[in-house]
């Protein structure tokens, strides 16, 4: 009982991270038609430049995590602005292969530049972790689940409460149509990607003090981001979120409860269940057509 | 025309053959990008400053020493690529590699196929040496060899004494070996073993095997992985209060990296190395050790690649040895020479003894092994 008590509340505190990455990718599929494979570069990005700002610059702790984030989204204004822009008009799969050279490329910079020694991010927080009776957790994952939870619920009300949001989700359903009612389709799809990489830039900064950073960091995470998009629902922003939690869960469960070493694979077992019982995805209405 | 430029290139080729001032060339394959690129790089350096040493004091035979480096990529497939590289495009007569079990059985049956030994700076699995593969000669310890020492001279070393063991270790050859051997050691000597977890080799967040591992009850979680996830499990550890006495296997655990990264929760951890730069008067040869230590730092190289990097230098100093024995740079005569070596290491003395299969013996030295603290932020003797 005490294990599982444990091991719940480490699913809510890795749940949340998988939710911000999720979301990210899936408004990016959404909005754009874009199965982006830089999202985890992104992540690693922002964990990189948590550790430059924090470490060797000395920034305070706070203000290094909200630069870095920014950098994050002025990286992804850049992507989309120079990779995917002149392939507005192409397929998918070509602008599939393309984030994938990204991808490479962006490792491969971050290999050179930081050299293949994990960088260790320093942060203000008390390492004795708070303890409720068996159960325990750092004061730095609290703060890294309360910051996932703001953001999560920000971006909710940006896109439900603010005309920019009307106009992304309009552009969601139907770019031509939406275009015609005025809304201007280049300068949505940049937005888009800016916020999808910032998120992904913001869960690297905010894991990066918890564990530590290295050039292939993004790897797995490009790969449990789609995990968490496809067991939401492929574009389905609240899928995404809840599709987190459950990955959360199902590696926690999994690895406590019936092997630890295939807990990196218990996300993509469900996965190919997901797909087999219910392709659409868990939380996926029936799908729109027309 | 044709013809005459053919004629002329194999001139100029069979001119560089005979040339006898020509650096002999000694390959390696080494991971210096990919998952295990910061231990690869700390081997591939400590390469790099014994064939600087040994070019200094005169080279070998009259003759310089070249190391041809490759980057294997952390990958089995690109390992097996910079083996055909080395062995067919540089025809190199001895080769170094290749940082780890999977790695370097991925070599192992080009060795056969060309017929160039390989000193085998890092690898733990049994297979290496058992195979029957007679090129290979491996310097480090297989995890059987790593246990029987711990069991041999550092078992009693703990107090309060170990009772009940709990094992964490990477789902791989490397990681899987040592749980076996660590658990049959542990076994012999009475002592209970609770939870036995895996992790895979590119997982961050350990948070569900510690949480088992910490209801075991044991007193003593032996870790066995890379430095990175190393790190993670100490700062992991120290997060969900898990109160078992931290052991490292394996060697390759950097403590001073751990030190910087890992921070205040890398205090109280024990670890065991091959070699202990702290306490270089410890080694069995201290002057050696000493020679390493300086050229090293003369480089400008991280003082915590040391524990690494000293292999790249006893896998160096073993090849020329082997080469200076074998009076000519040519790889059956390397290899008969291997079997006679007896190279002053960092390590200790290097020599082989047969393991393996009768007929199709590989070489295997016995090293020494060391188990060092970290307290205060410092390592120490325990």
Redesign the interface.
Known sequence: MEQLLQHLLNAVVLGGTYALLGIGLTLIFGVMRVANFTHGELYTFGAYMAYALIGPLELNFFVGLAIAVMLGILLGIVIEFMLLRPLQKSDMDTTMLVTIGAWIALQNMELFGWGGVAKSVPHPFPTDPFVIGSVSVAPLRVFVVCVAMVLLVSFYLMINRTTFGIAMRATFQDPEVSSLMGVKINRMFTLTFAIGSGLAASAGALLAPVFVVVPMMGDLVTLKAFAVVILGGLGNIVGATIGGFVLGLAEELGAGYIDSGYRDAMGFILIIAVLLLRPQGLFAPRERTG | MRTLIVLGISLLSSVSYVHASDPIKIGMSQP????I??A??YVANGARVAVEVVNKSGGVLGRQIQLILEDNKSNPKEAVATAEKLLSGDKVPVILGAWGSTLTLAIMPRLLEYKVPMVVETASSSKVTTSGNPWVFRISPPSAIEAKAFGDTLFTKFTPAIKKADMLVV?NDWGRGASDEFTKLMRSKGVQIGAV????P????L???L??I??SGGDTLFVTTG??QL??VL?QA????VPQRIVSTGGSSAPD?LI??????ANGSYHIVFFAPWFPEDAAHPEVAKTFIEAWKKKGY?A?GLTDGFRGYDGILTAVQAIKDAGKAEPAAIRDALWNVNVKGANGDIKFEKAGPAGQESGQSIPNIYVVQIKDGKVVKP
Not at chain 2, 32 to 35: A, E, F, I, P, V
Not at chain 2, 197 to 200: C, D, R, S
Not at chain 2, 260 to 265: D, K
């Open positions: 210096l990008t990919g998952d690129a910061a690869g790089t789902n977890e895996t992790m895979a590119d997982a961050t967040d948070s569900a095997q949480a088992k910490k209801q430095i990175e790190t993670l700062k120290q997060e969900q209060r990296q910087e990264q890992a921070g205040l929760a991280a915590a």
